[in-house]
């Protein structure tokens, strides 16, 4: 009995420890930046390095009509360069916008940073009396490209590898423990993104990240006009623009 209680006590410790350290680092969990230096980014030569109301972003002026991307939470802006290969810079403006606390920024990412990158990315985007928007974002950016259309409706939106709220993708990962309401950064893209209009979902039908459930009870909630959700048989959540379908399918809905 006394060796049961003990292990008992040691399980319980080991829980209430581990839960301990997810609430208190979760962020970490969350947002993986990488040292990229801002000002020196090679894979964008034809864009430049702006900031504006305190947020960063790689603009390329060319023509009235943009395209706004919001990036995952690894990585940086610099390394979304792929997205060229779906649209002509010749024939579109674009902006990768930047988050906090990212390619050494000295601020902490958070909802409310990230919030405010969107923001001011917006209020940026309104000083060039663009004739077209386009937002996109993919997997965590798809709550910030959510956002955007909340603030300020775009002519399209595509969002790849969505999710509806991030407490609901944590609970699915951790669910031992009670996320939803640990959570700090909850980024509830279902409630932003629920008037869009003229919307494209992509997800892999293999995403263990981000579970097609999510996706697709995004996609249910959207009662704006002229929404698609594409699933890409076989891919996954980092695999996904490997995949001939997706090409074909951001190619179209860009042009």
Sequence with gaps: MIRLKRLLFIILGTYFI????????????????????????MNLPDASPVEYEGTRMYVHKATDNWVVIYHGNAGSACDRSYYL?????????????????YSNDK?????????????AANNYIK??????ITVIGESL????ASYHS?????????????????SRVSQSHYW??????????????????????NVLIIQGTMDTLIPNIFGQALYEQISG??????????????????????VEEITKFLK
């Design 18 to 41: 581990f839960g301990l350290a997810l609430f208190i680092f979760q962020r970490k969990f969350i947002y993986f930046p990488t040292p990229q230096e801002f000002n020196k980014c």
């Design 150 to 166: 909340k603030i300020n409706p775009p002519n399209k939106l595509l969002l790849i590898s969505p999710f509806d709220s991030l």
């Design 141 to 144: 950016g798809t709550a910030l």
């Design 225 to 246: 006009k002229n929404k698609s959700l594409i699933k890409i048989p076989g891919a996954g959540h980092n695999d996904i623009y490997d995949f001939q379908l997706t």
């Design 107 to 119: 601020n902490s990412p958070s909802q409310s940073a990230l919030m405010q990158n969107v923001e």
């Design 85 to 101: 290969n779906y649209f002509s810079p010749k024939n579109f403006s674009y902006i990768i916008v930047e988050y906090a606390g």
């Design 176 to 197: 031992f423990y009670p996320t939803s309401l640990m959570l700090l950064d909850k980024f509830p893209a279902v409630k932003w993104v629920k008037g869009s209009n």
């Design 127 to 132: 000083t060039q009396n663009p004739t077209t």
